[in-house]
């Protein structure tokens, strides 16, 4: 079975700076790896996603990710934070894809808290 | 259109009621979801749709019933709910991208 493991459950963070949001992957198999955004009462959206290839990730938004396979870790970054970046955060697992439907298991989110 | 349009936005509803929640796509979309997210967890899959046929029930009570009438709708039949089953209700669709979802906003449902 794959799963994903979200270390920090919470993040804060002051406006400008640099933030990273750790997330651990476990799988037997080839992954597909995700990162995805819930603001404040709305659904939730892709930022980025590997797949193959390389192993730094360009998302939405500025925020990259580094798949690590030795460490098995998909870690998510950005520079320099902005207020509008408080969300929640959910790294995600696709254990299953038909071709075009895909089972997604999520992690348990991290809450970015940026402030001034 | 990338949109994932959900309704109601907002359902309260006793235990002894029916309704439905309803998802519409117009991408092309060929796989349709429900998820159920309670307050601060992640969603939780219910059922996947794939070319208007069910191909996922994650165990999910009958007292959920979902419906996919045709390739850009997809309803959630609602009857004798428990107040446990109060959480926000997800749709999203996918096409041939692994895990690239695109969710609706949800409707938030508040059983009495």
């Known amino acids: 079975a794959q799963s994903v493991t979200q270390l920090d459950s919470q993040v804060p963070v002051f406006e400008e700076a640099p933030v990273e949001l750790r997330c651990n992957y476990s799988s037997s198999v080839s992954v597909y790896l995700f990162w995805y955004v819930q603001y404040p009462n709305q659904g939730l959206q892709l930022l980025l996603k590997?797949?193959?290839?390389?192993?730094l990730v360009k998302g939405i938004n500025g925020f990259e990710a580094e798949f690590n396979k030795s460490q098995t870790s998909f870690h998510l970054r950005k520079p320099s934070v902005h207020i509008s970046d408080t969300a929640e955060y959910f790294c995600?697992?696709?254990?299953?894809?038909?071709?075009?439907?895909?089972?997604?298991?999520f992690g348990t989110g991290t809450r970015l808290q940026v402030t001034l | 259109d990338t949109e994932v349009t959900q309704t109601p936005k907002h359902l309260v509803m006793g235990m002894t009621n029916k309704k439905s929640l309803k998802c519409e796509q117009h991408?092309?979309?060929?796989?349709m979801y429900w998820y159920k997210q309670k307050a601060k967890k992640p969603p939780e899959l219910m059922f996947v749709y794939s070319y208007e046929k069910l191909s996922i029930n994650e165990s999910v009570p009958s007292r959920f019933s979902p419906e996919c009438p045709n390739s850009s709708l997809l309803n959630l039949h609602l009857h004798a709910l428990q107040p446990e089953d109060s959480a926000l209700y997800l749709c999203?669709?996918?096409?041939?991208?692994?895990?690239?979802?695109?969710f609706g906003e949800g409707s938030r449902l508040t059983v009495l």
């Open positions: 991408m092309g979309h060929r796989a």
């Open positions: 999203a669709s996918s096409n041939r991208v692994p895990g690239e979802l695109f």
């Open positions: 995600a697992v696709s254990s299953l894809y038909t071709g075009t439907a895909s089972k997604l298991t």
């Open positions: 590997y797949l193959s290839g390389s192993t």
